[in-house]
């Protein structure tokens, strides 16, 4: 059984709402953590962001994201390390409890995927001495196999904790997304074995068929095959205590009225697991 | 370096073409070895067939396929039983090299996992006696978890191995596709654990995007981002000297003139492999 005060609505549930739109929101729906994404932080201004949330009695259960690691290109890199650096203080100044990332998937022309994941693991490396200056947690995702090409190379939980293991508990950990890693036959077992790594829980359902772009193909709590009682139990039990962020990119959802997609989630979170 | 007398022609690769259609290409550009399907077997007939396939002095390598064993529906799962029974006698009937297994997903209403893969391996464990007296081998396909929920929920590679080892090694093996397992960070372990039980190899790339239907979104070898060249080293290291089959879902494809696809297919494969 889930406090509902553990909630967390994810800035993309409501793509189409600017930061201080989405955090009214929260208020007046009393779910006292928000999610963010960078576009629309960088929109209000980082500090304008900070003490709006501030001003709300607001938690940022996370900031969406770094990432993107597997560049060959030296510049492209470059430019990509600079982007982490800034999101890095980013999260520091929004009090966020990880930064999200998004590793990357297979630069242009490669099909060398070891090389495409130890490039992941460099990247992190050269980060977290910055990370731990400013007391923020990255948080290596998982996708979907489906994304290993063109977006993530890191596909399993198993993956994210191996990598993550490398480096200090308070700097890395990881970030379980049901989406991502629902159907994985070892997922009860590394979800334990994640413990205290775990530094996000994400939720959204999955939905068959998938839409023409997988991005969206995610659906409310309970409008897909997703058992969110096993896999939360596991979460639980592995000790994590944190916010469980609704996180759901789905068109149909970002075009109803946010304040029904709100209650719809908020309904769906206390059904379901609290 | 792999030789090109192994290489196999799935007939799914050249979908509108009738099998005596398909046999004759195979003769026509010295492919020796294809891989079957139920559906056109029974157009031209289960005798015919084989007649046709032993006068072109062709090798089965496959024939697809049985499987969908997560009916809870006790009827519908007698359908199945009875449908996977008559495939056996098929793929005796047609010297298959395996009668390759797509499990089945989620049934209706459920999101019970563990449930769906435990009744895989029940329905395993009612064949396994048949396809022995036939002297048939079963091939568990790990399919690509994108399909977790609604055709197969053996997911990875790992995962069929296992299933196939409560089974003796004649009669159960596992096919490693690469369009559904290139992703697998493990792969290269699992391939070695499988060794023996790898009783078929099949080919395509994965190509981004995926089309809106995900089972069409499968390129001629090249055209993607697998490297065939070291899963392909992995698969021969452990073992496996049979046919290798390429077969390619995709639109397109199917749209092209067969005698091209046919020449690229031989092709891609002495350019990457032989």
């Given amino acids: 059984v889930i406090d509902l005060s553990r909630l967390s609505l994810n800035q993309a549930t409501v793509k189409r709402l600017t930061l201080p739109e989405a955090v009214d929101l929260c208020v007046q729906y009393e ?3 928000i999610g963010l994404w960078r576009d629309r932080v960088a929109e209000t201004g980082v500090s304008d962001s900070a003490a709006a949330i501030k001003r709300a009695g607001l938690h940022v259960s996370s900031l969406c994201r770094g990432g993107f690691f597997t560049h060959t290109d030296v510049e492209q890199r470059e430019i990509a390390m600079a982007d982490n650096r800034a999101a890095i203080e ?3 100044a929004l009090e966020a409890d990880v930064l999200v990332l998004v590793s990357g998937g297979l630069p242009p022309g490669s099909r060398d995927l070891p090389a495409a994941r130890q490039a992941i693991t460099d990247a992190l490396a050269e ?3 910055r990370a731990q200056e400013l007391g923020v947690r990255l948080g290596i995702e998982a996708l979907h196999p489906m994304f290993c090409a063109d977006r993530c190379s890191i596909s399993t939980l198993a993956q ?3 990598v ?3 480096f200090p508990q308070e700097a890395v950990g990881v970030v379980v997304d049901t989406y991502h890693v629902w159907w994985d036959p070892k997922l ?3 979800i334990q074995r994640a413990g205290e790594r775990i530094a996000s829980y994400q939720l959204c359902d999955w939905v068959v068929p998938l839409p023409a772009d997988m991005l969206l193909g995610r659906g409310h709590l309970g409008d897909g095959h997703i058992d969110f009682g096993s896999i939360t139990e596991a979460v639980e039990a592995a000790g994590y205590d944190g916010f469980i962020e609704v996180e759901i990119f789905n068109q149909q959802i970002w075009d109803a009225p946010a304040n029904d997609t ?3 989630v908020k309904r769906r979170f206390t059904d379901l697991l609290a």
Same sequence: chains 1, 2.
């Fill in 188 to 190: 009860a077992t590394e």
């Fill in 262 to 264: 709100v209650s719809t």
């Fill in 164 to 166: 993550a293991l490398q």
């Fill in 31 to 33: 779910i006292g953590g």
């Fill in 127 to 129: 980060l977290v001495s």
């Fill in 90 to 92: 980013e999260a520091a």
């Fill in 160 to 162: 994210a904790l191996d």
